[in-house]
């Protein structure tokens, strides 16, 4: 894994589990490894998914780029008044 500032890299296992580009996951981590999660109401977005073709031999692996934050629009509008001093 590798992080920096807000953005974070991490290779996860293949098993066949595609992430889209805008979807929202959160993140498991343990000594043992990271583990990828779909969940709407997770805490990052990815930005990138493809197969870590650079590493050879051993199990295949995803390279997944995520982003702290999501794209998510927020459920409850906000009056445009009560953006303004009355």
Do not use: N
């Not at 890299?9 to 583990?35: I, K």
């Not at 990828?36 to 073709?53: H, L, M, N, W």
């Amino acid at each position: 894994m590798s992080k920096t500032g807000k953005f974070s890299t991490h290779h996860v296992p293949d098993t066949g589990v595609w992430y889209d580009p805008g979807e929202t996951v959160r993140l498991d981590e343990s000594r043992s490894g990271a583990q990828i999660v779909k969940d709407p109401k997770g805490d990052y977005e990815v930005f990138s998914c493809r197969q870590a073709t650079e590493y050879k031999g051993g199990p295949a692996l995803l390279r997944i780029g995520l982003r702290k934050g999501s794209s998510r629009v927020p459920t409850e509008a906000v009056p445009l008044s009560s953006l303004y001093d009355a």
